[in-house]
């Protein structure tokens, strides 16, 4: 048994910021995306944030160790794009075995290298699993609404590919997040459950979906009750939300079904809604404030940040998650 099962008993775990806000710090260039090996690719690799675990694996380690000195008990792989359904964009889907195991095995590396320092906290890799670019519920095409891009079972293949290279990289728990189509979730759980039965293991699994708007639904038409439900047959470590919202409105989202599991919930919500120009202005305060609110009504078990977080949000989430004790993990159905 894993145990982030013992930990998650004793105190509210802190999930790692935004990767994509760290990695934008280092202004890497096409150059630098490519690196030695892909300096003659044919297709532009710029945005490729996935391959840095690649081409500026010490960049990628900077950011997972700023983000675990920051308060964080885990960080993510850095694999939010790692299937080949994703890595078509840039005609890199043969690399995406090794993409999630170097991604995978460098954060474990930092993990064990911060665990070693502070023994009595132990700290832990999620392997990113995101949504893809691609929708299974709904048709891309407005003229023709039965189509659709990708099926189930394509999304189960390129999961199942991804979570057996998360795994061998040394993972310590799988994180399904962003999820926007459930459909595109029950392929990524099936793919697990999968390798689960083949190699004879359990691993922890979280999964987290995106309320997309003031609907309070996901974009594949859920409310957030339904989607607990729609994933409720898997044992999951955690169900919760990420993205698309700042914490004050994702607040009574994680409200609908705190009291309706016994699964941990888990946020990372952004730092606030974007700006004009797409950047997000919210401080670690403010941000720590709102989730406070989270704490003081016992909502949460993991709690991180998603866009626009950085290490300073992330200690400010830790020192105000110090303050309280982790919901009850008994549903008050």
């Known amino acids: 048994m894993s145990k982030i099962y013992q930990e998650i008993q004793k105190r509210i ?21 490519r690196g030695e090996r892909f300096k003659d690719y044919a297709s532009p690799l710029q945005g490729n944030n996935d391959l ?5 694996p010490e960049a990628v380690k900077e ?3 700023k983000y675990f000195l920051a308060g964080a008990d885990i960080v993510e792989t850095n694999t939010f794009s790692g299937t080949t359904i994703a890595m078509a964009d840039y005609q890199m889907e043969d690399l995406v075995y090794e993409l999630n195991y170097q991604s995978a095995k460098i954060a474990k590396e930092v993990a064990q290298e911060i665990t070693t320092k502070e023994p009595h906290k132990p700290r832990f890799v999620a392997g990113s699993i995101g949504p893809t670019n691609r929708t299974a519920s709904m048709s891309p095409d407005v003229n023709d609404p039965g189509y659709r891009a990708v099926t189930f079972n394509d999304l189960r293949i390129a999961y199942k590919q991804q979570t057996e290279a998360l795994l061998d990289g040394g993972v310590d728990l799988l994180l399904v997040e962003t999820v ?27 999964v987290s979906g ?19 439900i729609s994933v409720s047959h898997i044992p999951l470590l955690s169900v919760g939300f990420n993205c698309a919202l700042g914490a004050n409105l994702l607040q009574p ?47 949460i078990n993991i709690i991180g940040g998603c866009c626009g977080t950085t290490p300073n949000h992330i200690t400010a989430i830790a020192n105000v998650a110090a303050k309280y004790e982790p919901r009850s993990m008994v549903a008050s159905l």
Do not use: C, W
């Not at 840095?52 to 500026?56: A, K, R, V």
């Open 180 to 206: 926007f189509d459930t459909l595109n979730a029950k392929a990524a759980l099936f793919a697990i459950e999968e390798v689960k039965d083949e190699r004879k293991i359990d691993i922890p699994i979280m």
């Open 253 to 299: 989202h994680l409200e609908s079904i705190a009291s309706k599991t016994d699964f941990a919930i888990s946020a990372h919500p952004n730092a606030g809604l974007p700006n004009a120009f797409g950047e997000y202005d919210e401080t670690p305060e403010e941000m720590a404030a709102q989730i406070e609110e989270y704490l003081k009504k016992n909502l």
């Open 210 to 228: 995106t309320i997309t708007d003031a609907s309070g639904r996901t974009l594949s038409g859920q409310t957030a009750e339904a989607f607990l």
């Open 63 to 65: 950011v997972h160790r």
């Open 13 to 33: 775990l802190v999930l790692d910021g935004a990767m994509g806000t760290m990695l934008q710090q280092y202004k890497f260039t096409e150059e630098d995306f």
């Open 52 to 56: 840095l675990s690649i081409t500026q």
